[in-house]
């Protein structure tokens, strides 16, 4: 049956219909994906959805992203997603990586076996520089507050650790295993700020040594996420499932 592209059926998809029609993944994160959870902690859903192709050909395109409709929850737009990927984003990157994916369709599926096509020597800059900005937050906080934002620096060094580690062996693994006591101290406020400050710092110096040593290609493979996008596309434009 040839796809409804009318200019009616096209413009009563809102976002929200987009999400919960369209969505091709999703998967749960934040202190859950991380295993930092704690009795009270939300549940962070990020989603990933398929604007279908005739949506492109009107004069007011798809949306790139959509906030909702559930609480705590949060989508982008296929290609988005995958632009945001290539730039390795560490957001979006540690998406990809979750170990509590809650739904995945067939192109879902591709999408996730395509995550090292996304992993370059290039998350050394972002998560790198993402991690100096939050520091530089932390630092204000305790001038300002006399405390930094405790639970802010737990993150900050399990994303530090992550990109180390990926560096050092090629792979993204969000979950912190036994760091997750350590790492729950420092949320408590039991490690002192000079401590904290310490391993940030000896973190950084090692993922910088594990860059020029790192498994990881300089750039992603671009090439094979455009072919990907390219048939997601087409397939959507045919009206095929």
């Given at each position: 049956m040839r796809p409804d592209t009318s200019l009616t059926s096209l413009t009563s998809l809102t976002p929200e219909l987009l999400v919960r029609d369209h969505t091709v993944y999703t998967c749960v994160m934040g202190s859950r994906a991380f295993g930092l959870a704690t009795e009270g902690s939300d549940t962070d859903r990020r989603g990933v959805f398929l604007a279908p192709t005739a949506l492109?050909?009107?004069?007011?395109?798809?949306?790139?992203?959509?906030?909702g409709p559930g609480e705590d929850q949060f989508s982008w737009e296929l290609e988005r997603f995958c632009e945001l990927a290539l730039r390795a984003n560490p957001n979006i990157l540690e998406c990809l990586?979750?170990?509590?994916?809650?739904?995945?369709?067939?192109?879902?599926?591709?999408?996730?076996?395509?995550?090292?096509?996304?992993?370059?020597?290039?998350?050394?800059?972002?998560?790198?520089?993402?991690?100096?900005?939050?520091?530089?937050k932390l630092q204000a906080d305790l001038r300002n507050h006399g405390a930094p934002r405790w639970k802010h620096a737990m993150h900050l060094l399990r994303l530090l650790i992550s990109v180390r580690?990926?560096?050092?062996?090629?792979?993204?693994?969000?979950?912190?295993?036994?760091?997750?006591?350590?790492?729950?101290?420092?949320?408590?406020?039991?490690?002192?700020?000079?401590?904290?400050?310490?391993?940030?710092?000896?973190?950084?110096?090692?993922?910088?040594?594990?860059?020029?040593?790192?498994?990881?290609?300089?750039?992603?493979?671009?090439?094979?996420?455009?072919?990907f996008l390219f048939r997601v596309r087409r397939?959507?434009?045919?009206?095929?499932?």
């Open positions: 492109f050909w009107q004069l007011d395109k798809p949306p790139t992203h959509v906030e990586h979750s170990p509590l994916v809650e739904y995945a369709d067939d192109t879902g599926r591709e999408l996730l076996s395509l995550r090292g096509a996304f992993l370059s020597r290039r998350v050394h800059e972002t998560f790198t520089g993402y991690a100096r900005g939050q520091r530089r580690d990926l560096l050092r062996t090629g792979r993204l693994v969000i979950e912190v295993g036994e760091e997750r006591e350590p790492l729950l101290a420092v949320r408590r406020g039991e490690v002192p700020w000079a401590e904290v400050e310490a391993r940030l710092s000896r973190l950084e110096a090692e993922a910088e040594e594990a860059l020029h040593r790192s498994p990881l290609p300089a750039e992603p493979d671009r090439r094979r996420v455009e072919d397939t959507s434009a045919l009206g095929s499932s």
